[in-house]
């Protein structure tokens, strides 16, 4: 035997050796795509789907401003690091209503054409937001944000969790839509 018929005849068993350990690898990761890798998330009950709202007194929800606004709000909001996509309402819906969020988080609901919160007195705590005034409803979980300064009274309902994106996010899309106005402390 000649040294190279002794080489071909050693790499035979080698290159299957290989070409098995390569298709073992693809069985592998086949395997895994098909049975998931276990590390999915959960989808927690209630949290999918469309998301059904209560409807409470909303006078101007009709009204050119708050249709307009609800035309211009944006598709999604940032929390966190995630960005919560617009969420389907269940209907019959409340008018002037949208809601944002995905099935790993509580949902960011707005409310435009709202009566003016009792909670707006001559010394009630104002925030300043993106030059948009909102008076906060602290809540258990969530606070309820209501722009004071403009011709309807807005209402946005943000979980604890969700940070300040979906406030500044949505006092942007206020400031360039909707025209400033005095706060009005009394009815």
Known sequence: MTQQESTSALSRPLLLAVGLAVLLAIGVAA?????????????????????????????????????????KLPLGLPSGKDMLPRREVATPAPPAAVAWGDAQHDPVVL????PRPAELTPSAQLRVIS????????GSGSSTWVVVDRGVYVALTVPDDAGT???QDISTTVRDLL?????RTTS
């Open 165 to 167: 994106g979906p406030l």
């Open 111 to 114: 409310r435009c054409g709202l």
């Open 31 to 71: 395997l895994g795509l098909v049975l998931g890798t276990g590390n999915q998330t959960e989808v927690v009950p209630g949290r999918s789907g469309p998301l059904a709202l209560v409807s409470i007194d909303a006078p101007d929800a009709g009204s050119p401003p708050c249709t307009s606004l609800v035309e």
């Open 179 to 183: 025209p400033k106005q005095p706060v």
């Open 131 to 138: 030059d948009v005034q909102w008076l906060q409803l602290p």
